[in-house]
């Protein structure tokens, strides 16, 4: 393996480096989102159960050396925490938003409260495939260090699109999202099937920080998710409730996030305020170049509203 | 008619306001001068107490002064540098009665602290940064320490460590205490090896998890091979660099666990020795200076044990150079000095000494930083 400076290719290969490393919480959480959107509910509390996640599945790294039970149980969490909203958002006249926000307060102080004693060991980290096996370049093999759990969002992606598309399950989650009146004439329980898709988003989420304190950065402490949980939330509209855009999206955002400092390192150092700015200014642009007075948001469950 | 009523109700308000706060008075009395006799002291911190970083050096410091008699130590962690330690600073004076601040985070300071030590002038305002001039109220005071010192010693080591000729340095923002930081480093690797260069990533905040790993790949992907950093939590940037097979020198605590290949030595705050101190005046009726400086000479700071990586040679120049800085003849910032954009800084025959408060509103890189302040 030779070491050569990478000068100016340093900039793509960080972009891809970072979409690889920095997205899969973006993945997973606003995969997570999606199902539980489409379902006609917003759940905002992701932030908190993202950082639930990552503590609890640190802490269980730490506490049995397996960094994959740490995972199960940072997806067990964060559905536990889905299922709470979900109960919650049951009753009458609560709103959705509401009670996400809480649980975002919630889950976060709770993380705060049971991780103390997690920020300084070392837990066992989730292993990565070598995926550039084939180059001699010392910084292209970094590049391509990939966790199982990245590749599992990439899968999963399609594999929800498929199903929303073309089960019966999916059917059934998109008429409780489109028209709970529909859902209820046809004998489902809307409140249940809710409840479900609250619960996998959950899950996902909850994998999402595990991925966050098991593997990149990797590391657990109170600063870990600086507002990830909430950009992904946001990613769900951007991507309009498409698993596939969800995909898109994490990417550009994971990519996004490495262009300050890669700039920088080849000595583009005036501006980087600007440049970390980036994934914002983004969102914003594609934002408002796609967006139409002229109709609603196409994809948008037609029972996610604000005034509920 | 209705400015009539509102006159009333205004004046009647004005009364309950005077009765109650002469109720309360009564009722505080006998308690403050019952406390009296312990000093409450007041920590605050912008983070985590426990981070390997910056927060924990300090909460090490409070935890010495915690042992001392007749003190009630209270410590708040995570408040933001907003109005919030505004909050945080007024519930410990009026809450907990604490006549002792220290509010140790850099941006607390204006306009958080000047605001609430005008208010409260019987309370003392210990900040940690360095920034109190004669303007400021005198029951605030700000202190800080040389850490440059032991950057420049861990620049010396790095450069001898150095294959590649090439250091990096993840930064969290371009304020004058990171740039001094930056440029004692770059100036002691230069010492060791004239051609060594510093390449800064500015991240743009103090706790960045992911940006900081980011800004540390960055760096190993540029060839660089010696890594350390200023932010407030150098955990995730020393661990990343470890795991990339850099060699790394520490910040704010020691982190020699958390790089046992790369490790080879690094800065450290000494706040334990420092608090008890300034705590002792205080009991004993004294007066802090409004301002106070150290180094290595005052025991601020000190540097992390060497690593087994660190050559015989690095050793002695590290060394001497230590002892003569602890001797206090020993000018790091001794002209000529160039910036990175070939402007002199510091003329020809001007030596700047550690205690030049011209130091602390440094405002360029050296020559042989790459990197720019905004």
Redesign the interface.
Same mark, same amino acid.
């Given at each position: 393996m030779t070491? !050569? +400076?990478? &000068?100016w290719w /340093?900039v793509p290969?960080?972009l891809l /480096? /970072?979409a690889i490393?920095?997205s899969t919480p973006f993945l997973f959480v606003s995969l997570g989102e999606c199902l539980t959107e489409k379902s006609g509910r917003i759940n905002l509390g992701l932030e908190g159960i993202l950082v639930m996640g990552a503590m609890s599945g640190y802490a269980i790294s730490y506490l049995t050396g397996s960094p994959w039970l740490g995972v199960l149980v940072a997806g067990g969490v964060g559905a536990l925490l889905g299922v709470l909203h979900a109960v919650i958002c049951g009753l009458k006249r609560v709103n959705d938003i509401a009670v996400g926000i809480a649980l975002m307060l919630f889950g976060i102080g709770l993380a705060?409260f049971l991780g103390?004693s997690f920020? =300084?060991p +070392?837990a066992p980290m989730l292993p990565s495939l070598d995926l550039g096996w084939w180059s001699g370049i010392a =910084?292209v093999h970094? +590049?391509l260090q990939v966790n199982v759990l990245f590749i599992v969002g990439l899968l999963l992606a399609p594999a929800i699109a498929w199903g929303l598309r073309n089960t019966r399950w999916g059917l059934v989650l998109r008429m409780v999202g489109d028209s709970a009146d529909a859902a209820l004439a046809a004998g489902y329980s809307v409140n249940l099937v809710r409840l479900a898709a609250t619960a996998a988003g959950g899950f996902l989420s909850g994998i999402g920080g595990s991925f966050?304190s098991l593997y $990149?950065? &990797? #590391?657990w402490?109170?600063?870990?998710s #600086?507002g =990830?949980g909430i950009t992904a939330v946001a990613l769900v509209i951007f991507a309009r409730w498409q698993p596939m855009y969800c995909v898109y999206a994490a990417l550009l955002f994971g990519a996004a &996030?490495?262009i /300050?400092?890669?700039l =920088? #390192? !080849? &000595?583009v150092? #005036?501006g $980087? $305020?600007l440049f970390?700015a980036a994934p914002y200014l983004l969102t914003l642009l594609i934002m408002a170049v796609t967006c139409s007075p002229k109709r609603a948001l196409v994809g948008a469950p037609s029972e996610l509203t604000i005034s509920k | 008619m209705a400015a009539d009523r509102m006159i009333t109700r205004r004046h009647l308000l004005k009364t309950t306001m005077l009765a109650g706060a002469g109720a309360a008075l009564a009722g505080v009395a006998p308690l403050r001068s019952a406390a009296a006799a312990t000093l409450s002291i007041g920590f605050i911190y912008v983070g985590p107490r426990d981070d390997f970083g910056y927060n924990q050096a300090h909460a090490v410091g409070a935890a010495a002064v915690k042992k001392m008699a007749d003190v009630k130590v209270l410590e708040e962690e995570n408040v933001p540098e907003t109005i919030a330690v505004q909050k945080t600073m007024e519930s410990m004076i009026q809450l907990d009665g604490a006549s002792l601040l220290f509010p140790t985070s850099f941006g607390y300071y204006s306009p958080q602290v000047l605001k609430l030590a005008a208010q409260f002038p019987k309370v003392r305002f210990e900040h940690c940064g360095g920034l109190w001039s004669e303007k400021d109220p005198k029951n605030a005071a700000s202190y800080f320490g040389y850490i440059d010192e032991c950057c420049h010693l861990s620049g010396i080591v790095a450069g001898y460590a150095t294959k590649s000729g090439k250091l990096g340095f993840v930064a969290a923002k371009p304020i004058p205490q990171v740039l001094r930081n930056i440029n004692t480093f770059a100036l002691g690797a230069r010492l060791a090896n004239p051609k060594a260069t510093v390449q800064v990533i500015f991240t743009g905040d103090w706790s960045l998890p992911t940006k900081e790993a980011e800004a540390t790949n960055s760096l190993v992907d540029q060839g660089i091979d010696v890594v350390t950093c200023h932010v407030d939590s150098p955990k995730v940037v020393i661990e990343t660099a470890e795991r990339r097979g850099a060699m790394v020198c520490g910040y704010h605590a020691n982190q020699a666990p958390l790089a046992p290949k790369g490790f080879l030595t690094g800065a450290e705050w000494n706040w334990e020795e420092l608090y008890p101190g300034f705590v002792r005046t205080v009991m004993a009726g004294g007066t802090i200076p409004n301002l106070v400086r150290g180094g290595l000479k005052e025991k601020i700071v000190k540097p992390s044990a060497y690593s087994s990586l660190v050559s015989a040679e690095a050793r002695k120049h590290a060394d001497d150079a230590k002892a003569k800085l602890t001797a206090g003849d020993y000018v790091i910032f001794k002209g000529p000095i160039l910036d990175n954009k070939g402007n002199t800084v510091i003329g020809a025959g001007t030596s700047r000494g550690q205690t030049d408060i011209a130091l602390e509103e440094m405002n360029y890189l050296v020559e042989g930083v790459i990197g720019a302040t905004s």
């Open positions: 070491d !050569v +400076a990478l &000068g /340093g290969l960080a /480096g /970072g490393r920095a705060f103390k920020i =300084q +070392a =910084q970094a +590049a966050l $990149y950065p &990797g #590391s402490n109170e600063r870990l #600086s =990830q &996030g490495a /300050g400092p890669a =920088q #390192s !080849v &000595g150092t #005036s $980087y $305020y970390n | -």
